[in-house]
């Protein structure tokens, strides 16, 4: 199979259009869960991403192995309100991370923009773009 197909140019409008009613529901933070998904967490590829970011990281996850493990010796109630709190902390920070991730993205795009004299298919139809961010 090749990948330089031409078949008639109407189906290949009509395809596009198809396309696009297919990502139009899409949003940034899909992103993150489809790169999420293909890293795999048992993979190890978090870690040594998270350990490119910080190189203490591998320390930080064992103490934190550790004070799970002093945690369990405590009272049901205390280990309950400790979970409650931290289910909250978590829930918390995945905000925000998506939350920078946005503001990130956004970003890139208005500093990027479209390469200067980008040529763009748009409905079966040409356009010349010349560099600069739609948004």
Known sequence: MSLLYFGKMENQARAQRIAREIVKPLAVSDLECIIGNSMGVSSGKHDRLFAAVD?????????LAEIDQQL???PKEVQ???????????????????AW??????AAL???GAP????VVN???????KGGCAL
Request: charged share 25%; net charge negative; aromatic share 10%.
């Open 123 to 129: 409905g079966g139809a040409q356009a010349k773009l």
């Open 101 to 106: 991730f946005h503001l990130g993205f956004q």
């Open 116 to 119: 200067p004299d980008m040529h």
């Open 110 to 112: 208005r500093l990027l």
């Open 55 to 63: 190189p203490d990281y591998p320390a930080l996850e064992k103490g």
């Open 80 to 98: 309950s309100l400790f979970s409650e709190y931290s289910d909250l902390m978590i829930q918390e920070d995945a905000i925000r991370q998506l």
């Open 72 to 74: 369990k010796s405590l």
